[in-house]
């Protein structure tokens, strides 16, 4: 099929309501997602040694992080498809899906065919007793068999919230975890496959998960007639586009990667106590990120779409909204640890030396959403403008300024040196985001300048 002719430009219409339609959903999906490693461990626990539940925990780190880097495409994709949607090009909707599931089947591919070197890395960059390393070797030998679903799961989230449709997100992950759990508790508890059993669910909860998203991909494509063919997935203009995009974020990603690292790294350089005292402290850290998440995420889809449409007004209303219920939500949650802090660390250590630690250092925690609802609402915009160049550039800059803070702030104040060389990565990553703000909307609205520029001063 050629592509066809762009559609009338798409209807539409921010509201306080629409923000949270796109941000509730996606909150719940944020928060269900740790339940695939709680429920793991929890059916691994029950089996009698205790090396199954090491084995699981490290294997399933490795995932992560190996995952982590294809995270453009969920990104990438979200911006792509909320433009298209906004120009009422559904042809483009249909390809930017195409492409983004090429780039996943591609990719997962050359995981699966890479296993042995990767498993070699990164086995070699963690260290584990013997019993362990075994048994996380069988899981990553299955798991990495549904690479291509798992990352076009990410393509498709991208796809469908670039959408607005954020509850089919959240179906797609309920049916994730949900399945993963039955699978689970089925194969470990009731075949003794032990790790091999947690792996294999895993992998066909993922397979799953893929098929379902692209059938109901296929019948949200029917309805606005989007069916690309590979003339319109394979359109150099477009593909060159996707690529760019995708390998930005990507560099984006892997820069934020290496800065959380380097703060792990460094927790641990500062003894056994400290590490864990800020491993507590990241879980609420990484908790709270699942909220905030849901305003950036709707601010992708809604300002994608506006700048697809051309419509500033809305583009305004996507920006102000969003952050809005981003900010209060940011200070909500800031607050509440504050007060809540010191019995939620006693709900995660028994031991007396992190929990005082772990309070000593409760503030920094607290304050991090509070600062980084700045950076984590522009990374929504721009993403949805797809200026990913900026992205990938103010991360490059804000790395280097987080380890030049930790280089002298470390030192001299230890623990809390490292807590504000975080915050300082935060404010640097909304302070040159924001510098860059204006001529994303002077490039998205070009009308608007020239009239501008032609006002006499």
């Known amino acids: 099929m050629t592509a066809t002719p762009k559609a009338a430009q798409a ?35 029950q089996l009698p040694a205790p090396h199954y539940i090491g084995a699981v925990a490290l294997s399933s780190t490795i995932f992560t992080f190996l995952y982590w880097a294809f995270g453009f495409l969920r990104m990438g994709t979200t911006g792509l ?50 019993a362990v390393e075994g048994e996380a070797h069988n899981y990553f030998a299955i798991r990495i068999w549904s ?22 997100a959240l179906l797609l992950q309920v049916l994730l975890n949900g399945l993963n759990a039955i699978l689970d508790a089925w194969f470990v508890l009731g075949l003794g ?28 494509l029917a309805r606005i007639g989007g069916f690309p063919d590979f003339t319109a997935v394979l359109a150099p203009e477009h593909l060159r586009r996707a690529i760019a995009v995708n390998t930005d974020i990507m560099i984006r990603t892997l820069c934020l990667l290496t800065a959380f690292t380097w703060f792990v790294f460094q927790s641990a350089a500062s003894g056994d106590v400290v590490l864990a005292a800020n491993a507590v402290l990241m879980q609420f850290v990484s908790f709270m990120a699942y909220f905030l998440d849901g305003f950036a995420f709707a601010a992708e889809s809604l ?21 809005l219920w981003a900010g209060l939500i940011s200070l909500a949650l800031g607050t509440a640890l504050m007060l809540l802090g010191g019995t939620l660390i006693d709900l995660l250590t028994i031991s007396p030396d992190v929990r005082a630690a772990a309070r000593v250092y409760l503030h920094w925690a607290a ?10 609402q522009l990374d929504g915009i721009f993403i949805g403008a797809t200026r990913s160049v900026d992205m990938r550039n103010m991360a490059l800059i804000s790395l280097v300024v987080f380890m030049a803070a930790w280089a002298i702030l470390h030192p001299a104040f230890g623990n809390d040196g490292l807590w504000l060389a975080l915050i300082i990565l935060n404010v640097t990553r909304a302070i040159t985001l924001a510098a860059r703000y204006r001529s994303l909307v002077d490039d998205a609205f070009p009308v608007e300048r020239a009239a501008r520029q032609a006002i006499p001063s």
């Open 11 to 45: 209807s539409i219409n921010v509201t306080h309501t629409s923000v949270l339609a796109i941000a509730l959903p996606i909150i719940a999906s944020n928060v269900s997602t740790p339940l695939i490693g709680l429920v793991d461990t929890a059916v691994v626990g």
């Open 81 to 130: 498809t909320a433009q298209a949607d906004g120009a009422g090009d559904s042809v483009e909707v249909g390809a930017a899906l195409g492409r983004a599931l090429l780039i996943a089947a591609v990719a997962g591919s050359a995981l699966i065919l890479l296993q042995a070197p990767l498993s070699w890395f990164a086995f070699l960059m963690v260290e584990g007793s013997k």
């Open 147 to 168: 690479a291509p679903a798992a990352l076009a799961n990410y393509a498709l989230l991208g796809w469908f919230i670039g959408l607005g449709r954020a509850r089919i």
């Open 193 to 220: 496959w032990n790790v091999a059993g947690v792996a294999l669910g895993t992998v066909i909860a993922e397979i799953a998960a893929a098929v379902v998203g692209l059938v109901i991909a296929t019948r949200v």
């Open 303 to 323: 300002v994608g779409r506006a700048i697809g449409a051309r419509n500033r007004s809305q583009f305004d209303a996507a920006v102000r909204l969003s952050s």
């Open 367 to 376: 304050l991090v959403p509070v600062v980084g609802v700045v950076c984590f």
